[in-house]
Structures are given as structure tokens and as C-alpha cells.
């Protein structure tokens, strides 16, 4: 496989929960708007990138390693957020 170069695909609009759990691989959720919570769990082998999304729900982050990222870029949550994603403005 090759090394993850930072490229995403352009953000989405997701109107219910998202789960990102048990990659082995680089996770990116990035300039999204997703109403309902958002849970990302048990990534192994990252980057595990969370940034610039607009969350209407909870944000939940357990499990990962290495831990995710804000890339930078803060995200909107409305919800509670928890976990290895609990920081302030993360």
C-alpha cells in the first residue's frame, strides 16, 4: 500500500451517525457536515484525521493508535465530545 500523502476527497454531507472503526490504515474525515454523532474507534496505523467538519451531535474518539488529529483545523461539534477527541475546539 502506498504512504498516505494527505489527499482527501472533498467533504460530504452525512444526515445520520458515522462510524470509523478498525482500520489498519489512514482514516480522514475532513470539511464534512454530519448531523448526527460521529464515533471513531480502534484505528490502527493512522493517521487518524479528524478536521474542519461541522458535527451536529456528539464526537466520541477511543481506541486509536497513533490518537487522531485536528490537522490543524478545528471542528464544530454541538454534541459532547469524549475521548481521545475531548479537547476544546478539537
Same mark, same amino acid.
Given at each position: 500500500? /502506498?504512504?498516505?500523502?494527505?489527499?482527501?476527497?472533498?467533504? *460530504?454531507?452525512? +444526515?445520520?451517525? !458515522?462510524?470509523?472503526? =478498525? $482500520?489498519?490504515? @489512514?482514516?480522514?474525515?475532513?470539511? $464534512? +457536515? !454530519?448531523?448526527?454523532? !460521529?464515533?471513531?474507534?480502534? *484505528?490502527?496505523?493512522? /493517521?487518524?484525521?479528524?478536521? =474542519? *467538519?461541522?458535527?451536529?451531535?456528539?464526537?466520541?474518539?477511543?481506541?486509536?493508535? @497513533?490518537? @487522531? +488529529?485536528?490537522?490543524? +483545523?478545528?471542528?464544530?461539534?454541538?454534541?459532547?465530545? $469524549?475521548?481521545?477527541? =475531548?479537547?476544546?475546539?478539537?
Amino acid at each position: 500500500m /502506498p504512504a498516505y500523502d494527505g489527499a482527501a476527497c472533498a467533504g *460530504n454531507t452525512q +444526515t445520520g451517525a !458515522v462510524s470509523l472503526s =478498525g $482500520s489498519t490504515g @489512514p482514516v480522514v474525515l475532513g470539511g $464534512s +457536515t !454530519v448531523t448526527g454523532a !460521529v464515533s471513531v474507534t480502534g *484505528n490502527v496505523g493512522g /493517521p487518524t484525521v479528524i478536521e =474542519g *467538519n461541522h458535527i451536529t451531535g456528539t464526537l466520541a474518539c477511543s481506541g486509536n493508535t @497513533p490518537a @487522531p +488529529t485536528d490537522g490543524g +483545523t478545528r471542528n464544530t461539534v454541538t454534541g459532547a465530545r $469524549s475521548g481521545q477527541c =475531548g479537547a476544546a475546539g478539537f
